[in-house]
Structure formats: C-alpha cells, structure tokens
C-alpha cells in the first residue's frame, strides 16, 4: 500500500481530473508555485489547499465525478493517511492476513499505537481460532508496546486474555500470575469490569491449585462487586465456585446445600448455568457413594447440555463415568469416555481430552489391559508435549517403561526410560 505527500496528492489529484497546472492559476495561486509544490520545493499551506480543493470540486462536478476530498486529505502526511488506512482495516479485519499487512505498515511508518493494536487484534484473532500459544504470543506483544505509550488502559484487558490462555493450556500457576497483573492494573485504570473477571479466574485457579482459602476470599471480594440483579449470571457461577471449594475440602453437603439454593434462585428453565449444578450435584452425590442421585442429577445435567449447551457435554458424560468406575462397571464407564473424548476433541477441549485419557489409564490398568492402555498412554503422550506438561509425560514414559519390562521389551522400555531421562535434564 502506497501512501503520498501533498505534493504527490496535488499532482494525482490534478491529473486524475484532467487538469493542467494553469487550471489551478488565480490571482493568488501562479503556476510556479503549484509548480514548486508538485516537485516539493514549497509547502502547502491551509489558504492554498482550501482553494486548490474548491478548484477540484468545480472540476469533477464538471465531469460527473464524485470526489469526497477535503483540505485534510491534501494536508495528511504520509504517516498519518497509514494510521488513517490501517485504523480502519482494523475495524474491518475478517482474517489473519489482514492483520499483518497493517502490522507490516505500522512497522514502516513506527505506528506504535497501530501495532499494539493489531497484536491485541492478532490475539483475539488466534485465541478465538483456539491458537491459545499464538494468542499468548501476540498479546505480549502488545502490552509491551501499550506499556510504552498512551493510553495503555488495554493493559488489564490483555494479561486478563493472557491468563486465560494459560488457564485453557492448564497452566494454572502461569495463568494465576496473569490473572493478578491483570487485576492490579484493572485497579490503576478503574476498570471495573476486566476487574471482576481477573478475580473470578485467579478464584478458579485456585480450587485447581488446591489453593482453597484463597480461591473463597477471591469469591467473598467477586460478589462485593457483583449486582445480583443487573448480572444474575456471574452471581450464579460465583457461587458455583464457592461450591466447588467445599467439595475441594471434602464438605459435599454445603456445596450440594449451595447448588440447590441456586437450582431455586434460576427461574429461566434454559440458563446455561442449570448444566454445570446439574453436573456438580451429580459429582457430590458420587463423592457420598450415593449412586443414585449422582446419576439422577448427570442425567439432567446430559439432557440440558444436549439441547442447550452441547460445548459442555463432555464434561458431563466423562465425569459420569466416575458413576461406573467406582462401582467396577468398566465396559460402562469406556463406553462413556470414549463418546465424551470425541466430543471434547472436537472442542479442542484440553482439560476434558487429559481428564478422559487418564480415566482410561486407570481403568485398563485395573484389569491389566495392557494392549489399551500402552495406546492411551501414547494419545496423552501426545496431548501433554502439546501442553508441555514435563512432569506429566516423565510419568507416562516411566509407565510405558514398566509395562514394556513386564513384557521383556527390553528395547522399548529404554526408549522410553531415555525420553524420560532426557526431560528431566
């Protein structure tokens, strides 16, 4: 994309409409000096301009041409008419391309302000295709450069998204830190609303990190922020979480006294929000060994997702499973976790495909299975370098080793106690 000077612009213009430099003469406007402008030995100014475009406008009535061009136009630097051009194919972009061709301008013309932009865009664009190290990458970007220019209020915003990528790869720790940037810099700017979320996530990672005391003050500070009435959703999913806390210190009967009071509080028979209690209650009732009303409430819980929020049914139907893993029926249980990892596959959902894969693990080791687990300990092998989870992968490759000794493979057990070895390095 080629952006031109005023002088560039004066002389394109003028040939465009099929003028000659004397067309442009007046009393106050010679021919030299369009002439010295055109070759860039005099400056435009604002009176001349204002005529000049007068004259052009006369000219294209003439020809039947419409010419949307103002003294800005002929006034612009080129830098300027780059930031104009890439401003609004931001507001226009539909793919990624897009935003390198105005990165690759913002890089020519040291747009700061575009570039971080764009990178912020780049991330949205790679996180919204589930690219979630790209997106990590992309948005980093952008805060370095945001932390260098003004405004910077896209900062909370961005380590908010940085977290969540992190919290999608089940990098918790990694996505907690973010989580906490984002809310000390959603302070500095007030934004009230990134604030929120960058504290109901860090509540999150917390239950996962075992972090429980913290993970409840996250939610008591999340609900003295949050309007029951004006955001009825995010009270629910708060409480959800303070119901997961109990159910993390092994107190099934307030969490399930929790999930019932929010099964009173949701009127609308299609709140997303009813699969996840469902759900829940169906994982408390399993962790009493009341069978019963575990798979009453996964039952609900696979029904509603199934016509409302089909995104989430994998959880369900793998964490069902559990229903038939602890009273030994295993045919049931794979039969589950198999439909449950296709679908968590095709969500590109992480948690869900390690969760269902290490249920298979279990269970084929149970009844000594060999033949099946050795293949799921390869699919999560897969699975884990694509997370970089070190440790997990230490453990499937001492795993394959044994197996592989048991059965005097001498050659595969060490291949897979040097992959091991190698890790840990």
């Known amino acids: 994309m080629k952006f031109l000077n005023s002088a560039q612009k004066l002389k394109s213009t003028r040939k465009y409409l099929k003028m000659k ?20 030995k005099r400056e435009l100014t604002n009176n001349v301009a204002s005529k000049l475009i007068e004259k052009f406008k006369k000219r294209a009535q003439e020809l039947n041409i419409i010419l949307e061009i103002d003294i800005d136009f002929l006034l612009r630097t080129p830098n300027e008419d780059a930031e104009l051009y890439c401003l609004k194919k931001l507001r226009e972009v539909n793919k990624d391309t897009d935003i390198y061709e105005i990165l ?26 589930k690219n979630y190290n790209e997106a990590f990458f992309s948005y980093n970007n952008s805060i370095d450069i945001f932390k260098n220019i003004k405004p910077n209020d896209k900062i909370p915003y961005l380590y908010l998204k940085i977290g969540l990528c992190k919290a999608i790869l089940l990098n ?33 990672c917390n239950v996962v990190l075992n972090k429980v005391e ?26 959800i979480l303070k119901a997961n806390c109990y159910e993390a ?63 989430n049914l994998s959880h369900t139907i793998i964490e069902k499973s ?13 039969k589950l976790i198999e439909s449950g990892l296709k679908l968590a596959d095709s969500n590109d959902d992480y948690e869900y495909l390690v969760k269902g894969n290490y249920k298979l693990i279990h269970i084929y080791g149970s009844i000594n299975d060999y033949s ?9 092998i897969t699975l884990l370098t694509e997370l970089n989870k070190s440790i997990e992968l230490v453990s499937i490759y001492t795993k394959l080793a044994i197996i592989y000794l048991d059965e005097n493979n001498i050659e595969e057990a060490k291949k897979y106690l040097l992959m091991s070895q190698k890790l840990q390095q």
Do not use: H
């Open 249 to 311: 210190i092994m107190d099934f009967n307030t969490a399930i006294a929790i999930y019932k009071y929010l099964l009173n509080e949701i009127i609308d028979p299609n709140n997303s929000s009813l699969g996840y209690i469902y759900n829940n209650l169906g994982l408390a009732y399993l962790n009493k060994n009341d069978f019963n009303n575990s798979l009453k409430y996964f039952n609900k819980a696979e029904n509603f997702r199934i016509n409302i929020d089909p995104g």
């Open 322 to 334: 559990d229903v038939f893993i602890k009273q030994g029926l295993y045919a049931n249980a794979i």
């Open 214 to 239: 913290t993970a409840l003050k996250n939610i008591e500070i999340f609900l003295t922020l949050c309007n029951k009435t004006e955001d009825f959703t995010s009270y629910i999913n708060a409480n």
């Open 104 to 129: 690759e301008i913002a890089n020519k013309f040291n747009l700061l302000n575009i570039k971080a932009i764009a990178y912020s865009e780049l991330g949205e664009y790679n996180f919204n295709n």
């Open 372 to 380: 099946n687990l050795k293949k799921v300990c390869l699919n999560i």
């Open 21 to 40: 430099q004397e067309d442009l003469v007046d009393e106050k406007i010679t021919r030299g000096l369009i002439s010295m402008i055109e070759i860039g």
């Open 172 to 204: 918790y720790t990694e996505a907690l830190s973010f989580f906490n940037l984002s809310e000390q810099y959603s302070k500095i700017y007030n934004d009230k609303i990134t604030l929120k979320r960058a504290i109901y996530n860090s509540a999150k």
